[in-house]
């Protein structure tokens, strides 16, 4: 069973990965790192995970490391990807991918030019919902479909200020990414 070695960056939503790498079975080293000293040993101790990176730099310089998971704030996806991949690793990135479509496109343009791969991390293909209407739609029990629609709903009750007038785009994979699953097609830029 082939191992990989993964970095995960960010560790408010991104401390929920933390024991799913920790314990995963294709996982070899794994390494956390938060520019917040105080959550990355608060998390560090809580699911005992020894390898904690000083910075982000040291990552990219790590020869060792696979595959880089970056869970960090929205403005950060864009550049913080290109670096991962053009350190020569692996780059998965909680959603949204970047802000423009212009940022889409460069991280697109690098993934091909380093050949890594890069994963946008679309949670809501591994929700109870999804599931259920993947399989109706496997046993034949919804028919043909001709029109799909999506949105999400989120209570946002004490969630960070700069949620807050995010403009909906800016956010909209949860909305679309299982129609694009369920639906077979692709998105291109
Ligand atoms: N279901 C989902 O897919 C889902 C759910 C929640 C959040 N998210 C995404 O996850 C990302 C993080 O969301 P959040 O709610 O945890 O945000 P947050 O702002 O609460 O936390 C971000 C974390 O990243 C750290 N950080 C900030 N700058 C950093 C840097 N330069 N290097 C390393 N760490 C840095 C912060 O200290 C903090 O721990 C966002 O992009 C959001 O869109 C996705």
């Known amino acids: 069973m082939q191992k990989i070695n993964v970095a995960l960056v960010g560790l408010q939503f991104g401390g929920a990965f933390v024991k799913i790498y920790r314990d995963h079975p294709n996982v070899g080293e794994f ?16 699911a005992g995970v020894g390898k904690l990176y000083a910075s982000f730099d040291e990552i990219l310089c790590d020869k060792n490391v696979d595959a880089v998971h970056l869970v960090t704030p929205i403005p950060l996806h864009e550049e913080q990807t290109i670096a991962v991949l053009e350190s020569g690793k692996h780059c998965a990135c909680t959603v949204p991918m970047a802000l423009t479509t212009d940022g889409i496109r460069r991280i697109a343009e690098t993934t091909r030019k380093t050949g890594r791969n890069f ?16 399989e109706l739609i496997r046993q034949g029990k919804i028919g043909k479909i001709q029109f799909m629609r999506g949105s999400h709903y989120q209570d946002m009750a004490n969630w960070p200020d700069y949620w807050m007038g995010l403009p909906p785009m800016h956010y909209g994979t949860h909305a679309i990414g ?6 077979g097609s692709r998105i291109s830029v």
């Open 31 to 46: 390494g956390i790192y938060d520019i917040d000293g105080v959550r990355k040993l608060e998390v560090s101790e809580n």
């Open 178 to 183: 299982p129609m694009v699953a369920l639906s």
């Open 119 to 134: 994963m946008m991390m679309e949670t809501t293909l591994y929700t109870y919902q999804f599931y259920y209407v993947n």
